[in-house]
């Protein structure tokens, strides 16, 4: 606390030092990659000083919230130094007992979820900044035009998940093709990126009204959409980048790509909001450049020796796009979902409650980004070991690899349903800075009964994942499209309907387990090919 400019130059050394000595090691053959001990261990590693950098940061920031910050870090950091106790040496007895199916899943999984929950937290402090600069105003903007957000993430998803499942299966094949999609999926995401930046350029306060905002919450948002959508090519190739990466067997630089863009945008909200006084166009900024420094950091197994892709320029096949897509499917509608909720949920909420309801939902909707943030941890985690196992030919592990996927999906449910429910007052706290007391009202029972929906939004999401890594594009379009159009439109509607704001809050757990039913059908035929 003394010196604050002593930690930000020694964390982030001590925060890279385990991801730097991984990429040595691995460089120059002193270890394995499959040394799971290792793996773990360096993620806890990250974790805690993660953990330690954000209760850092808002102790020095935010001094008002020291006694709660300290309260909550503690009982996190209990579990994960009582594991990392146990997973010291790679003789571990809990890493002797994992087949190695088990550990690779452990590894890749683990990995990816504290990977996409980095994601997540840009948006959460995009939310708690502009909260703390612009008020009740900027979260209605924010939340306008998230499903815009949401669209071009799910596009990079698409394409690059998509692109990287069919690299994948044929690089497990021994196809020679499998270094023709990574060049076409940058140069489709380019061009399609491009044309997000032309209209977020010249029609950023149409962009605003159409998705439903007033004179007033155009006037705010203007300068942010125009600066985001700019950046629209770079968004996409972060995906790509980090889909190919990770699908090339380095879970831990895909990792640390995403946690180190999502920590520099988070840093880069303060400072250009506050010490330079730009608002909500410096949380649009921060925003916008922190897919360059997760790119940047790509690189690092683009230009290494394990690296078996190809950047080298190749004759764009639309032919290639379309059959990449067919498979990540799964994965722009676990993106694009949340942005068709937000926008349904908008128009129903501003017709019953106005304004304020819909800073009520911004918030419930910003959290509930986190939790789907893990389940699509769980999701593109495993996806590698399905297209691996499934290019093989390998039921038995297919079967083993699904166990696993489920159960971690539910775990995970079980865990955020309870932090929801406990932490509730304090999480929408976080985000008033007004004290509003209509707005608080509307959000805490809104966040418990959305949260809900997380049991079995979680199995849709992770079985959508499966579908598509096991080459099964027709259960994974039907699944996707319930959950993510079709089904959460109707509950939203019918439920508003007859209950009001207490159906718009509960119409999402519907969708999702309606959706249930046509995922688990379909996850006992995924072994039959």
């Not at 090691?25 to 974790?47: A, E, G, Q, W, Y």
């Not at 608002?279 to 197994?301: D, K, N, Q, R, W």
């Not at 083993?400 to 079980?414: E, G, N, P, V, W």
């Not at 379009?477 to 209950?499: E, N, P």
Request: charged share 10%.
């Amino acid at each position: 606390k003394s010196s604050p400019s002593v930690f930000f130059m020694f964390w982030p050394c001590n925060f890279c030092m385990s991801g730097w000595f991984k990429i040595v090691v691995i460089k120059h053959n002193f270890i394995f990659s499959s040394d799971i001990s290792f793996d773990i261990r360096r993620t806890f590693f990250l974790c805690i000083n993660a953990i330690y950098a954000a209760k850092f940061i808002v102790n020095l920031l935010f001094p008002a919230f020291e006694g709660i910050a300290n309260a909550i870090v503690s009982p996190c950091l209990i579990p994960l130094n009582t594991l990392d106790r146990i997973l010291k040496g790679s003789e571990s007895p809990f890493v002797r007992v994992l087949s190695p199916v088990t550990k690779k899943f452990v590894r890749y999984v683990s990995q990816n979820v504290l990977g996409m929950i980095g994601m997540s937290l840009y948006i959460l402090a995009d939310t708690f900044f502009i909260s703390e600069s612009v008020g009740a105003n900027g979260i209605t903007a924010l939340n306008i035009v998230l499903p815009i957000y949401s669209f071009i993430f799910a596009i990079g998803a698409m394409i690059g998940v998509g692109s990287a499942i069919r690299f994948s299966i044929n690089k497990n094949k021994g196809s020679k093709s499998k270094t023709n999609y990574f060049f076409n999926a940058l140069f489709w995401g380019t061009t399609i990126g491009l044309i997000f930046s032309l209209i977020g350029l010249f029609f950023p306060g149409q962009v605003v009204s159409i998705m439903g905002g007033d004179s007033t919450i155009v006037e705010v948002g203007r300068g942010y959409t125009m600066i985001f959508m700019s950046f629209a090519p770079f968004f996409i190739w972060n995906h790509i980048f980090n889909a190919f990466v990770l699908n090339d067997g380095s879970p831990s630089i895909a990792m640390s790509a995403t946690l180190f863009s999502s920590l520099f945008n988070i840093i880069f909200d303060y400072v250009l909001m506050f010490p330079l006084n730009m608002g909500m166009e410096g949380a649009a900024l921060a925003t916008a450049l922190s897919p360059i420094v997760g790119v940047m950091i790509c690189f690092i197994h683009i230009f290494s020796k394990k690296n078996t892709t190809s950047l080298k320029p190749q004759k764009p096949s639309f032919k290639k796009l379309v059959y990449s897509c067919q498979v990540g499917i799964s994965s722009f509608v676990g993106q694009i979902s949340s942005g068709v909720i937000t926008i349904v949920f908008n128009f129903l909420i501003l017709g019953l409650t106005g304004n304020t309801g819909v800073a009520a939902y911004g918030i419930v909707a910003n959290v509930s980004l986190v939790g789907i943030s893990v389940f699509n941890g769980v999701s593109q985690g495993s996806q590698p070991l399905f297209s691996e196992h499934y290019g093989k030919g390998d039921k038995d592990g297919i079967k083993i690899l699904r166990r696993l996927s489920i159960i971690t999906s539910l775990l995970f449910s079980a865990i955020m349903i309870l932090l929801i429910f406990v932490f509730t007052d304090f999480i929408v706290g976080v985000f008033n800075s007004e004290n509003n007391l209509l707005l608080e009202k509307y959000a805490v029972v809104g966040l418990r009964l959305y949260s809900i929906g997380f049991i079995f939004a979680g199995l849709n999401v992770v079985g959508s994942g499966i579908f598509s890594a096991t080459n099964f594009p027709k259960w994974a379009f039907a699944t996707s499209i319930a959950r993510g159009f079709v089904l959460i439109i109707l509950s939203a509607v019918v439920m508003s309907i007859l209950f009001g704001m207490t159906g718009v809050w509960l119409a999402f757990a519907v969708a999702e387990l309606l959706t249930l039913i046509i995922t688990s059908v379909g996850l006992t035929k995924i072994t039959k090919f």
